[in-house]
């Protein structure tokens, strides 16, 4: 082959046209462009498994615990809470039309539509929104074209309206969401997340600490979690069943 090359090259002189230039690669929108940066900086996956150390404040009741997520990326949310020596406390499974609720301390359950958890978190939560906070994701109606763009030397800042809420997101250096708020004032309804200390979990880089406020008229919630723990796309099962001892909730 070198013998071949050789002989055409002493024959022939190479001549190399140019190569045309797409003229919409020069005009790309720089807004659009960042557009794409963020939304290819999200984490991507099909399985997602987590243990996190969290505190818990619910309307005052505050609480330390263990939660290990499951995820099931588009289909389910799992969670088991432990407390003192592992013992379980309660469970939930999250799907994109319902929730299932145990305690297991008072043997009760609750069996709700999604829509349940908008008495506690707003309604702009849908299942996607929990999804994707609980991976440190940015919530996906909030990378629109129609939102107002700011740069400065470190961050991105996403802000606008959507639908009744005014929004405000906020990407660091690596394109990663640090944080997200969410504000109906008619409403009286407010999210706000915090993400700091990422990590590198295999090939993505996630938050090891998340920090979670929702605030519903006089219903708040805290929830700060401190993942010890996370692997990705790894086989999983989604053990759930309501013992038949066990009473509905009011």
Request: charged content about 20%; overall charge positive.
């Amino acid at each position: 082959m070198l013998l071949v090359t050789a002989g055409c090259k002493a024959k022939k002189q190479l001549i190399i046209k140019p190569v045309k230039v797409d003229t919409m690669a020069k005009t790309i929108d720089p807004k659009i462009a960042k557009l794409n940066a963020l939304r290819a900086s999200q984490t991507d996956f099909d399985t997602f498994s987590g243990k996190a150390r969290t505190h818990l404040d619910i309307g005052g009741n505050s609480n330390d615990v263990t939660l290990t997520i499951r995820i099931k990326k588009d289909q389910k949310i799992w969670v088991s809470i432990t407390a003192i020596a592992g013992i379980e406390v309660a469970r939930a499974l999250i799907t994109p039309d319902s929730i299932l609720l145990i305690n297991r301390l008072q043997s009760l359950y609750v069996r709700q539509p999604f829509s349940y958890v908008n008495k506690f978190a707003g309604n702009e939560v849908n299942y996607k929104t929990v999804e994707s906070l609980l991976i440190g994701n940015a919530i996906p109606e909030l990378l629109t074209e129609n939102a107002d763009f700011a740069t400065d030397s470190a961050n991105i800042t996403l802000s606008g309206n959507l639908n009744e809420i005014v929004f405000k997101l906020v990407a660091g250096p690596q394109m990663k969401v640090i944080q997200t708020k969410l504000d109906n004032a008619d409403a009286a309804q407010s999210l706000q997340v915090t993400n700091g200390a990422f990590i590198q979990a295999g090939t993505r880089l996630i938050p090891s600490q998340i920090d979670i406020t929702s605030l519903v008229k006089n219903k708040k919630i805290q929830v700060n979690l401190r993942y010890v723990k996370s692997d990705f796309n790894v086989p999983l099962d989604f053990p759930f069943n309501i013992p038949s001892r066990y009473k509905e909730a009011n």
